[in-house]
């Protein structure tokens, strides 16, 4: 779910400068990236050298134009962090700042998209919405066998394990401030679901007009740059209530470090 992913951000961004296990799991994109969406479509061998020509100039721009802006944003907030000035607001100017990176690299990406999505068939198009709908009716089985107070359950575990990964056992003015997340969180549930396949409807629209070229390319970024701006407007406000409560959480945990956490 996407309040989790941005928190996970948070939370890395906050604690982290300079982790080796990081840099290691950045080095190994240009592969994981391509084996992930091949999950999806089964590639032609010509397509695949596509691929990894697109992912490969992606990431060498990302290294050579920004991975300094993100160091110098990680310093920043170290500094904060180890200050002890580290407030809800400040948190907020990171994530405003972490989405500004991140649309300026799917602003980057999208025409890299486009050229390999442009190039499929619709033998293939047809198997990524396969996979969609399969993974979609998959979620809906988990959900519809899951009550909510054992979501709630789930989320605090995942949380509690994000937390202590990055900084050890938390303490119990911590693990209630967990649990006290998890209780006022408000599960995106079918609404998600709603929202993802939304998505995919926006995209199989965009694919089935693959022979207007700059209507296409137009269509793919603004699926992949400006997603939230698609969202149906109760989705968005409950994306936002759960950001403001996972800030809520992380400048509280991160309040109540002790030396070793810090």
């Excluded at 697109?54 to 990680?74: F, G, K, P």
């Excluded at 900084?167 to 998600?192: E, H, K, M, T, Y």
Aim: hydrophobic share 40%; glycine share 4%.
């Amino acid at each position: 779910m996407i309040f989790a992913r941005v928190l996970q951000v948070v939370v890395l961004l906050v604690v982290l400068a300079g982790c080796s296990r990081v840099q290691f799991a950045y080095n190994q994109l240009d592969w994981v990236i391509p084996d992930y969406l091949e999950t999806y479509v089964d590639f032609s061998e010509e397509q695949r050298v596509m691929l990894d020509d697109r992912v490969d100039a992606l990431l060498n721009w990302n290294c050579s134009t920004q991975v300094a802006t993100y160091a110098a944003m990680l310093r920043s907030a170290n500094n904060d962090l180890q200050s002890g000035t580290m407030s809800k607001e400040r948190l907020e100017e990171y994530r405003v700042q972490l989405e500004g990176h991140w649309r300026a690299m799917m602003s980057r990406a999208s025409p890299g998209i486009a050229d390999v999505l442009v190039t499929l068939s619709d033998e293939q198009v047809d198997g990524v919405f396969a996979v969609f709908k399969d993974k979609n009716e998959e979620w809906l089985e988990d959900f519809e066998d899951e009550t909510d107070e054992e979501r709630r359950d789930r989320y605090r575990e995942r949380m509690t394990d994000e937390l202590e990964r990055w900084l050890g056992p938390l303490g119990w003015p911590q693990q209630r401030a967990v649990l006290d997340w998890s209780n006022r969180l408000i599960p995106l549930g079918l609404l998600g679901l709603q929202a993802r396949q939304q998505w995919q409807a926006n995209l199989q629209e965009v694919m089935g007009n693959r022979d207007d070229e700059a209507a296409f390319r137009a269509g793919i970024e603004e699926l992949f740059v400006n997603a939230r701006a698609l969202r149906a407007p109760a989705i968005q406000e409950r994306f936002e209530e759960n950001r403001v409560l996972g800030l809520d959480l992380i400048q509280t945990v991160g309040a109540d470090l002790n030396d070793d956490q810090r």
